[in-house]
């Protein structure tokens, strides 16, 4: 039976004090200046395509946002370059409503069913209007799963799932608008509770399962008084009910049923039944049987992990400002150039994949890669080196206090990598004071800046976490 293969999650380093903005306690996860949700996708998405088992390949990229940095340009595309996957990979964009995360999940289950391997991918940066309750309980993150089925043994197979369509006026947001808007919280309650009660119980049916069989149950939804109503209609004791990372990310939008759901397989023994259900435009639920398999598919990092990796004290006008809410002053350089198409794709495998190459002759690495050794000038005798994985340490840095930024300065620096090789690059998630000669870092997918529309990305550095 079909299911997830492997899984990856990130939340970004920055968050925002609740109390810095009259919000009350806990905070919110913020992306960074040079973050968007094709770049956080990218992130979850290396975590969940390390160490593959054996036949499990790609062909199927899909992304899910509703703030997608293209509205025209296909975004899995990015992520597909970033995470060199293979041309030959179908790929599609999925938007429109917070649910259509867990929507891309079951969609891409139904892929693997049919014998492909699928990559789904759900991030999100949250923007509401300020003072309002979606700047305040959102928070940015990004999920990502492989989907699989066809001979690979999963970490957690789907065993039962039901939806429910409804078409109701809760969340909206027409072209133009800056932000989103809601209706009154309990027309939506009204809407959604007997609509999440019935779907929920035709999962569980579906699954062949009762509530109390459940070991975690993982809520979603645009409204969270709708799962005031719901437990004991449903037969769910508050125990089983997941920590929703409320206090500590925020809801995160198309990626937050993902993220919790990545939480939940973290701490997760063979055996336990999973229940996500997503509440927005209707229900999404789905039933999840952990396997023997989980012990040797959890990734790198857990969402605990990063989570717990943090720097909480992100200003709120810097926040606004990041979000091109707050109107500020740009720096008063040359607005940068908007990235031309002709060397992007000449340098595609560099600029996104973050390949290298390295000799066959002498074995010297050469970053960028080179149809020429720098050192024993050997032409076209290379093979392709990557590089996004690998660790690095800074030989020597300095701060550009001038340079064109949202958050100067701007940190160069020359890095060694530990299986060779040389490089100039950005830093970032760094704090100026606190950058030595000889720190260990790791590399992570950014955007360096957006002119003409055209988001222009790369790779930068940043203290490991």
């Excluded at 923007?127 to 957690?156: I, K, Y």
């Excluded at 997941?242 to 055996?271: E, I, P, Q, W």
């Excluded at 990063?306 to 992100?314: G, P, Y």
């Amino acid at each position: 039976m079909s299911g997830i293969v492997r899984y990856g999650s990130y939340v970004p380093f920055n968050r925002i004090q609740r109390s810095a903005i009259g919000a009350g306690r806990g905070e919110r996860a913020a992306a960074s200046y040079d973050e968007d949700s094709a770049s956080m996708a990218v992130e979850a998405s290396r975590e969940a395509l390390r160490e593959l088992p054996e036949g499990a390949a790609v062909d199927t990229v899909a992304f899910a946002s509703t703030s997608a940095p293209y509205s025209e340009k296909l975004n899995a595309a990015t992520l597909q370059a970033a995470t060199n996957l293979p041309k030959s990979v179908t790929a599609l964009d999925l938007g429109g409503s917070t649910r259509s995360g867990l929507s891309a999940l079951l969609a891409g289950i139904d892929m693997a069913s049919a014998g492909r391997t699928v990559l789904v991918a759900a991030s999100e940066v949250v923007v509401g209007a300020p003072s309002g309750p979606r700047e305040s309980g959102g928070g940015d993150a990004a999920a990502a799963f492989v989907l699989g089925g066809n001979g690979t043994e999963p970490v957690a197979r789907l065993i039962g799932r039901a939806s429910c369509t409804e078409e109701v006026l809760d969340v909206w947001k027409s072209p133009g608008m800056p932000f989103a808007k809601q209706w009154e919280e309990r027309f939506g309650a009204d809407v959604y509770t007997p609509l999440l009660v019935e779907t929920f119980g035709r999962a569980l049916a579906d699954a062949g399962v009762s509530a109390s069989d459940l070991s975690k149950v993982v809520l979603d939804g645009t409204n969270a008084r709708v799962f005031r109503g719901f437990p004991r209609p449903a037969g769910v004791a508050p125990e089983q009910i997941l920590d929703g990372l409320a206090g500590t990310v925020g809801r995160a939008g198309s990626a937050h049923a993902g993220l919790v759901l990545a939480s939940a397989l973290d701490g997760a023994s063979a055996g336990d039944r999973i229940a996500v259900a997503v509440v927005a435009d209707g229900v999404d639920v789905a039933v999840f049987e952990v396997t023997d398999a989980i012990d040797g598919g959890r990734p790198k990092h857990s969402v605990a992990s990063w989570v717990e990796s943090k720097r909480n004290d992100l200003a709120y006008t810097t926040y606004l400002k990041w979000r091109e809410v707050l109107p500020f002053e740009p720096p008063r350089r040359p607005d940068p150039d908007r990235p031309a198409a002709p060397p992007m794709q000449r340098a595609e495998r560099w600029k996104f994949g973050f390949l290298g190459s390295r000799c066959n002759r002498c074995g010297n690495t050469n970053l960028p890669p080179q149809r020429v050794c720098v050192v024993c000038q050997a032409v076209d005798d290379s093979t392709v080196e990557p590089y996004a994985d690998g660790e690095c340490r800074i030989s020597t840095y300095t701060l550009d206090r001038l340079a064109y930024s949202l958050q100067p300065p701007v940190i160069g620096a020359v890095v060694d990598f530990d299986k060779g090789g040389r490089m100039l690059c950005q830093l970032t998630d760094v704090d100026p004071d606190n950058v030595g000669i000889g720190d260990e870092l790791e590399m992570t997918f950014r955007r360096l800046y957006t002119a003409g529309g055209v988001h222009n990305y790369f790779w930068k550095a940043r203290p490991k976490r």
